[in-house]
């Protein structure tokens, strides 16, 4: 398995892994655009948005309450932050299984527009 994503789940692979429960992982960004820059990834290797199926919607569901849930631990809940998922080349996707980026600070705004 050459997803590096997938080597952070399996332990080949470091991260500062900040959540874990059964069907998601959050660690952080290695380069952080802001000052809170945390990836929510689902444990099973999916791709992109494009491989999600019918059924991961619980899933997908699961990810973004996990975001809010770290919003608050982090302290950026009240000041705001930026959910993105990037999808495909043009989308800007880098690395081909599922992520949420969790984006706070100033920082934030400008760098993403
Ligand atoms: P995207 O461009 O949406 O695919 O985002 C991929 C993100 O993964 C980028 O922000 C990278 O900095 C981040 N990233 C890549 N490799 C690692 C890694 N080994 N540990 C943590 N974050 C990573
Ligand atoms: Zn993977």
């Given at each position: ?15 500062s ?11 952080r ?23 999600l199926?019918?059924?991961d919607?619980?899933?997908v569901?699961?990810m973004?309450m996990v ?17 993105m998922?990037n ?23 400008f760098?993403?527009?």
């Open positions: 398995m050459s997803c590096v994503f997938c080597k952070i789940l399996s332990g080949e692979a470091l991260a892994i900040i959540y874990r429960d059964e069907q998601v992982t959050a660690f960004d290695i380069h952080p655009i802001a000052r809170t820059h945390i990836l929510i990834i689902p444990n099973r290797h999916i791709a992109s948005v494009n491989e199926e019918p059924g919607e619980a899933l569901g699961h973004l975001a809010k849930a770290l919003a608050a631990q982090e302290g950026v809940a009240e000041n705001g932050y930026r959910l998922v999808t495909g080349v043009h989308g800007g996707q880098t690395v081909a299984h599922l992520h949420l980026h969790l984006i706070a600070g100033k920082l934030a705004r760098l993403l527009g």
